[in-house]
C-alpha cells in the first residue's frame, strides 16, 4: 500500500497493522485481523482473538469460575489516534475486574504506558496477560481503581482465597506463552543487533545472541527487555522482567 508522506497517521496505522501481522506469524495463540478496512487507506479497527483459557463467567449459586478458550477484542484507533489509546471493545463472554462484563464492555488500559511508545502487540500482550489472569487488578481501596467492581469483588473474596488466581502468588488460569519460543529467540536477537551498549569504559559494542534458557524464559517478556552491560560477552545472559 503506498502511503502519504503528508499523513503522519496513515504511515502509524500501517505500522501498526506490520506490528500485529508479526503476532500472528510468531503466535499460535492470536490471531489479528483487519475490520472493514477501505482500498488505500489503512485500516483504522482490528479484532484480536485469544486463543487460551481464561474465566468468561461465573455460576450463579456456586460462584465457580465458567472457563472459555476463545476471546475476542475490537481495537479502534479514531482520529484521536495515536495520541490517545485506540478505543477497545470486548466482544466475547468475560469476567475480569479491569474489563466490563456488560456493556458497553470497555477495557482499562494504562494511558501513560501508551504514550510512552505502546503499540498495539504490545497491547496484546497486556491483555493476553489479562485473559489468562497473570495480569490484572482488583483492589478497590486505592488507584487505580477496577472498572469491573462486581468481578473485583469476586476476586477478593472468592477466587484468591481459593486459590483459583492470585497474581502475587503467580496462580493464573493458563500459562500458554504469547509467543513460541523460537520466535522469542529471534525477535529477542533482532532487538540485540540493533541495539549498541555503551558499557561504563564508553566503548560500544553488539549484542549477538542469547543463550538457550532465554529462549524457554523470556516466552512471556518479549516486549520488555532490559539488557545488562556487558551482556554481549559469551556465556552471558541477557536478563528480562514480566510485566
Not at 59 to 75: A, K
Amino acid at each position: 500500500m503506498a502511503t502519504a508522506a503528508f499523513d503522519p497517521r496513515q504511515v502509524r496505522l500501517e505500522d501498526e497493522w506490520r506490528r500485529l501481522d508479526a503476532v500472528n506469524r510468531d503466535s499460535d495463540f492470536v490471531r489479528a485481523s483487519q475490520v472493514d478496512a477501505i482500498p488505500g487507506r489503512a485500516a483504522e479497527r482490528f479484532r484480536v482473538t485469544f486463543l487460551c483459557k481464561g474465566i468468561v463467567g461465573i455460576d450463579p449459586g456456586s460462584q465457580e469460575p465458567i472457563y472459555g478458550n476463545e476471546h475476542s477484542v475490537l481495537m479502534y484507533c479514531d482520529q484521536e489516534f495515536p495520541s490517545e489509546v485506540p478505543r477497545l471493545r470486548w466482544e466475547s463472554p468475560i469476567w475480569h475486574p479491569n474489563v466490563q462484563h456488560d456493556e458497553p464492555k470497555n477495557v482499562c488500559v494504562n494511558r501513560a504506558e501508551w504514550l510512552g511508545g505502546t503499540g498495539l502487540d504490545d497491547l496484546c500482550r497486556q491483555l493476553f496477560d489479562m485473559v489468562q489472569y497473570r495480569n490484572y487488578h482488583a483492589d478497590d481501596s486505592r488507584f487505580p481503581y477496577p472498572l469491573d467492581r462486581d468481578v473485583a469483588k469476586w476476586v477478593r473474596e472468592y477466587a484468591e482465597p481459593r486459590s483459583i488466581v492470585d497474581k502475587k502468588r503467580g496462580i493464573s488460569v493458563d500459562d500458554k506463552p504469547l509467543y513460541r519460543p523460537s520466535a522469542v529467540a529471534r525477535r529477542i536477537r533482532i532487538q540485540a543487533q540493533a541495539a549498541e551498549i555503551v558499557p561504563t569504559a564508553g566503548r560500544r559494542i553488539r549484542i549477538q545472541g542469547v543463550t538457550p534458557a532465554v529462549e524457554v524464559q523470556a516466552s512471556a517478556a518479549v516486549a520488555e527487555v532490559p539488557v545488562t552491560q556487558g551482556s554481549a560477552r559469551q556465556g552471558r545472559r541477557i536478563k528480562f522482567r514480566n510485566s
